[in-house]
Protein backbone atom coordinates (compact mmCIF):
# COMPACT_ATOMS: atom_id res chain seq x y z
CA UNK A 1 0.00 0.00 0.00
CA UNK A 2 2.79 2.63 0.73
CA UNK A 3 4.29 1.74 -2.79
CA UNK A 4 1.00 2.72 -4.35
CA UNK A 5 0.94 5.78 -2.63
CA UNK A 6 3.89 6.96 -3.09
CA UNK A 7 3.31 6.35 -7.08
CA UNK A 8 -0.16 7.92 -7.18
CA UNK A 9 1.12 10.82 -6.03
CA UNK A 10 3.59 10.78 -8.35
CA UNK A 11 6.57 11.35 -6.21
CA UNK A 12 9.66 9.47 -5.96
CA UNK A 13 9.19 6.00 -5.66
CA UNK A 14 12.78 4.34 -4.36
CA UNK A 15 13.43 0.79 -4.37
CA UNK A 16 16.83 -0.50 -2.65
CA UNK A 17 18.99 -2.95 -4.95
CA UNK A 18 21.67 -5.11 -4.81
CA UNK A 19 24.43 -3.36 -6.84
CA UNK A 20 22.80 0.37 -6.94
CA UNK A 21 19.63 2.26 -5.95
CA UNK A 22 16.92 3.22 -7.99
CA UNK A 23 14.88 6.57 -7.71
CA UNK A 24 12.27 6.68 -10.55
CA UNK A 25 9.55 9.40 -10.60
CA UNK A 26 6.04 8.08 -11.70
CA UNK A 27 6.22 8.86 -15.42
CA UNK A 28 9.89 8.30 -15.68
CA UNK A 29 10.32 4.41 -14.83
CA UNK A 30 13.09 2.59 -16.16
CA UNK A 31 12.46 -1.29 -17.34
CA UNK A 32 15.07 -4.01 -16.45
CA UNK A 33 16.74 -3.58 -20.13
CA UNK A 34 16.83 -0.01 -20.36
CA UNK A 35 18.53 -0.03 -16.92
CA UNK A 36 21.23 -2.48 -18.78
CA UNK A 37 21.95 0.42 -21.53
CA UNK A 38 22.23 3.03 -18.98
CA UNK A 39 24.89 1.27 -16.74
CA UNK A 40 26.68 0.49 -19.91
CA UNK A 41 26.44 4.44 -21.27
CA UNK A 42 27.84 5.28 -17.85
CA UNK A 43 30.59 2.81 -18.10
CA UNK A 44 31.46 4.43 -21.13
CA UNK A 45 31.51 7.56 -20.10
CA UNK A 46 34.00 7.37 -17.27
CA UNK A 47 31.57 6.11 -14.55
CA UNK A 48 33.20 2.46 -13.26
CA UNK A 49 30.89 1.77 -10.25
CA UNK A 50 27.21 3.29 -10.25
CA UNK A 51 25.73 3.36 -7.08
CA UNK A 52 22.10 4.88 -7.80
CA UNK A 53 20.18 6.00 -11.43
CA UNK A 54 17.58 8.45 -10.77
CA UNK A 55 15.01 10.44 -13.06
CA UNK A 56 13.51 13.70 -13.06
CA UNK A 57 10.86 15.51 -14.21
CA UNK A 58 12.81 18.67 -16.36
CA UNK A 59 10.27 21.46 -15.33
CA UNK A 60 8.17 23.43 -16.48
CA UNK A 61 8.46 21.22 -19.62
CA UNK A 62 6.92 17.72 -19.88
CA UNK A 63 10.35 16.36 -20.81
CA UNK A 64 12.20 13.86 -18.21
CA UNK A 65 15.75 12.94 -17.74
CA UNK A 66 18.28 10.27 -16.23
CA UNK A 67 21.23 10.73 -14.07
CA UNK A 68 23.84 8.25 -12.52
CA UNK A 69 25.23 8.62 -9.65
CA UNK A 70 29.10 7.07 -9.16
CA UNK A 71 31.06 6.03 -6.01
CA UNK A 72 31.38 8.40 -2.86
CA UNK A 73 34.51 9.63 -1.82
CA UNK A 74 34.63 10.81 1.82
CA UNK A 75 37.67 13.31 2.37
CA UNK A 76 36.55 14.47 6.09
CA UNK A 77 33.19 16.44 5.89
CA UNK A 78 33.19 16.25 1.99
CA UNK A 79 31.77 13.94 0.23
CA UNK A 80 31.90 14.00 -3.60
CA UNK A 81 31.09 11.60 -6.48
CA UNK A 82 30.02 11.67 -10.24
CA UNK A 83 27.07 12.30 -11.54
CA UNK A 84 25.96 11.45 -15.26
CA UNK A 85 23.62 13.47 -17.21
CA UNK A 86 21.92 11.06 -19.43
CA UNK A 87 19.10 11.75 -22.35
CA UNK A 88 16.44 9.43 -23.71
CA UNK A 89 14.98 10.70 -27.03
CA UNK A 90 11.00 9.07 -25.78
CA UNK A 91 11.41 11.81 -23.09
CA UNK A 92 12.54 15.05 -24.83
CA UNK A 93 11.24 17.02 -27.80
CA UNK A 94 10.49 15.12 -30.93
CA UNK A 95 13.52 15.29 -33.35
CA UNK A 96 16.11 15.67 -30.53
CA UNK A 97 19.68 14.37 -30.97
CA UNK A 98 22.72 13.72 -28.90
CA UNK A 99 25.17 16.85 -29.04
CA UNK A 100 28.93 16.67 -30.51
CA UNK A 101 31.23 14.47 -28.45
CA UNK A 102 27.81 12.54 -27.04
CA UNK A 103 28.12 9.00 -26.78
CA UNK A 104 24.93 7.37 -27.71
CA UNK A 105 23.75 3.90 -26.87
CA UNK A 106 20.29 2.89 -28.15
CA UNK A 107 17.67 5.93 -27.22
CA UNK A 108 20.40 6.92 -24.53
CA UNK A 109 22.87 9.48 -24.92
CA UNK A 110 25.27 11.62 -22.55
CA UNK A 111 28.41 13.42 -22.73
CA UNK A 112 30.73 13.83 -19.53
CA UNK A 113 30.36 13.32 -16.42
CA UNK A 114 30.44 15.96 -13.11
CA UNK A 115 31.78 15.94 -10.05
CA UNK A 116 29.20 16.92 -7.12
CA UNK A 117 30.59 17.77 -3.92
CA UNK A 118 28.16 18.10 -0.60
CA UNK A 119 29.03 18.63 3.03
CA UNK A 120 28.48 16.49 6.08
CA UNK A 121 26.14 18.47 9.17
CA UNK A 122 25.84 16.74 12.53
CA UNK A 123 23.03 17.90 14.57
CA UNK A 124 22.61 15.08 17.91
CA UNK A 125 23.45 12.02 16.26
CA UNK A 126 21.81 12.81 13.15
CA UNK A 127 23.92 13.50 10.28
CA UNK A 128 22.51 15.89 6.98
CA UNK A 129 24.57 16.82 3.46
CA UNK A 130 24.39 20.24 2.39
CA UNK A 131 25.41 21.65 -1.08
CA UNK A 132 27.72 24.66 -1.17
CA UNK A 133 28.87 26.66 1.88
CA UNK A 134 30.24 30.37 1.60
CA UNK A 135 31.54 32.90 3.86
CA UNK A 136 29.98 30.78 6.74
CA UNK A 137 31.62 27.85 9.22
CA UNK A 138 30.35 24.46 9.18
CA UNK A 139 29.65 24.99 13.09
CA UNK A 140 27.36 27.77 12.21
CA UNK A 141 26.04 25.86 9.42
CA UNK A 142 25.00 23.12 12.59
CA UNK A 143 23.72 25.65 14.92
CA UNK A 144 21.36 26.97 12.10
CA UNK A 145 20.23 24.04 11.71
CA UNK A 146 19.35 22.63 14.87
CA UNK A 147 17.47 25.94 15.76
CA UNK A 148 15.38 25.12 12.19
CA UNK A 149 14.83 21.84 12.88
CA UNK A 150 13.96 22.09 16.53
CA UNK A 151 11.39 25.11 15.62
CA UNK A 152 13.22 27.68 17.82
CA UNK A 153 13.04 30.59 15.29
CA UNK A 154 11.43 33.75 14.84
CA UNK A 155 10.23 34.80 11.90
CA UNK A 156 9.18 38.66 10.79
CA UNK A 157 6.19 40.12 10.00
CA UNK A 158 6.10 39.53 6.41
CA UNK A 159 7.09 35.59 6.81
CA UNK A 160 3.58 33.09 6.73
CA UNK A 161 3.96 29.91 9.05
CA UNK A 162 2.08 27.82 6.74
CA UNK A 163 4.84 28.41 3.93
CA UNK A 164 7.44 27.33 6.43
CA UNK A 165 5.45 24.05 7.18
CA UNK A 166 6.53 23.27 3.66
CA UNK A 167 10.02 23.45 3.67
CA UNK A 168 11.96 20.24 4.62
CA UNK A 169 14.34 20.91 7.25
CA UNK A 170 16.02 17.78 6.75
CA UNK A 171 17.50 18.88 2.81
CA UNK A 172 19.44 21.85 3.10
CA UNK A 173 21.30 22.79 0.02
CA UNK A 174 23.45 25.72 0.53
CA UNK A 175 24.63 28.23 3.21
CA UNK A 176 25.81 31.93 2.30
CA UNK A 177 27.10 34.69 4.56
CA UNK A 178 27.99 37.91 2.83
CA UNK A 179 28.49 40.26 6.13
CA UNK A 180 25.55 39.77 8.31
CA UNK A 181 23.47 38.47 6.12
CA UNK A 182 22.98 34.94 5.79
CA UNK A 183 20.93 33.15 3.06
CA UNK A 184 20.04 29.61 3.54
CA UNK A 185 18.34 27.31 1.07
CA UNK A 186 15.81 24.15 1.55
CA UNK A 187 14.24 22.01 -0.76
CA UNK A 188 10.10 21.22 -0.57
CA UNK A 189 8.80 18.80 1.17
CA UNK A 190 7.03 17.79 -1.87
CA UNK A 191 8.94 16.47 -4.31
CA UNK A 192 10.02 18.02 -7.50
CA UNK A 193 7.72 21.19 -6.45
CA UNK A 194 10.65 23.69 -5.84
CA UNK A 195 12.73 25.04 -3.45
CA UNK A 196 12.95 27.90 -0.47
CA UNK A 197 15.21 30.53 0.06
CA UNK A 198 15.58 32.07 3.40
CA UNK A 199 17.10 35.10 4.51
CA UNK A 200 17.95 34.68 8.67
CA UNK A 201 19.49 36.91 11.26
CA UNK A 202 21.59 34.80 13.82
CA UNK A 203 22.23 36.42 17.17
CA UNK A 204 23.63 34.70 19.96
CA UNK A 205 20.32 33.41 21.54
CA UNK A 206 17.80 33.64 18.16
CA UNK A 207 17.45 32.98 15.10
CA UNK A 208 14.79 35.09 13.06
CA UNK A 209 13.60 34.52 9.43
CA UNK A 210 13.54 37.73 7.75
CA UNK A 211 12.12 36.73 4.16
CA UNK A 212 11.01 33.61 2.67
CA UNK A 213 11.30 33.42 -1.22
CA UNK A 214 10.21 29.97 -3.27
CA UNK A 215 10.78 29.17 -6.59
CA UNK A 216 7.88 27.14 -7.67
CA UNK A 217 8.76 24.80 -10.96
Request: proline content about 4%.
Amino acid sequence: MRKFLLTLLGLALVISSPGFERAYVKRAMLTKEQEQVVLALAQQCGIEQVVKISTHNMYPSSFRNVRVHGQEVLNGREVSFQVLSVSHGAWLHPGAKPGKGDLQLGAFWAGKPYTRKQTILKVGKQVYRTGSIQGITVEECERILGLLLAGEYHHGPSVKGQTLNQVDWTRPSRFTRRGESISVGFLHKAEGSGFFDLQITLHAKRLTIDQVFQAIP
